[in-house]
């Protein structure tokens, strides 16, 4: 399997623009989450999904976030106007839910600069 | 609601010396139990996992048991290597009352030197 499959890699963008990162599940899995890490703040939890269905978004920051799964392949983050404080690695991560444990599995991150 | 809390880092040692990261818990119900480990550049690894009480998870010679009794899963290794060198993180998820997610701790940064 090629795991989790997460585009760009790096991105760099200036502040007021707007920012889309991508993220390809393992295939089967049915649980898909976004996750922010910083120095300051550790891994934060912005929002996850069910079969597709957004199911908590407490973790997003603001209303500049917004997340969609339109199928069960595919899922974006997008920060619109994005900001400096914005600037982190973001990592999504799967998951098949089944009775005795609920393992993700993380893909390689987005490092995003906003300048 | 269900926290973790693991041992504060960073914490450094030589190769070959003997790793323990302390992690405990706190659930309502029966977690599932985890340790992840982040090198550098990278995104987290699964490196094992316990689904009940008294379970022992054990991968890459790293070994974690999971005491109901004293709410803990903590981390062991008999010998570390340069390469071992990492964040890990302690998680753990209860389905009754969260679902799929995840609550992590902190982590540990460890560093092995040569």
């Known amino acids: 399997d090629a795991g989790v499959i997460q585009s760009p890699r790096h991105e760099v963008t200036e502040m007021g623009q707007e920012v889309t990162l991508r993220c390809k599940p393992i295939?089967?899995?049915?649980?898909l989450f976004w996750y922010r890490q910083t120095m300051m703040r550790g891994l934060e939890l912005l929002i996850y999904f069910n079969n597709n269905v957004p199911i908590d978004d407490s973790g997003m920051p603001e209303d500049r976030f917004s997340a969609k799964m339109p199928n069960a392949s595919f899922s974006t983050l997008k920060i619109q106007p994005s900001e400096p404080r914005d600037s982190a690695v973001y990592f999504c991560?799967?998951?098949?839910?089944?009775?005795?444990?609920?393992?993700?599995?993380f893909g390689p991150g987005t490092r995003l600069t906003v300048t | 609601g269900d926290s973790v809390t693991q041992m504060e880092g960073p914490v450094t040692l030589s190769e070959e010396a003997f790793l323990t990261i302390n992690c405990t818990y706190t659930?309502?119900?029966?977690?599932?139990l985890f340790w992840y480990v982040q090198y550098p550049g990278e995104g987290l690894q699964l490196l094992l996992k316990?689904?009940?009480?008294?379970d022992k998870g054990s991968n890459k010679g790293f070994e974690a048991t999971y005491r109901k009794e004293t709410t803990s899963f903590h981390l062991e290794k008999g010998s570390v290597q340069v390469s071992d060198s990492a964040v890990y993180f302690c998680?753990?998820?209860?389905?009754?009352?969260?679902?799929?997610?995840?609550?992590f701790g902190e982590g540990t940064q460890l560093t092995v030197n040569p």
């Open positions: 316990a689904t009940k009480a008294d």
């Open positions: 998680a753990l998820s209860e389905r009754e009352t969260s679902g799929s997610r995840l609550t």
């Open positions: 991560a799967s998951s098949l839910v089944l009775a005795g444990g609920y393992e993700q599995y």
């Open positions: 659930a309502t119900g029966y977690p599932s």
């Open positions: 295939s089967g899995h049915n649980s």
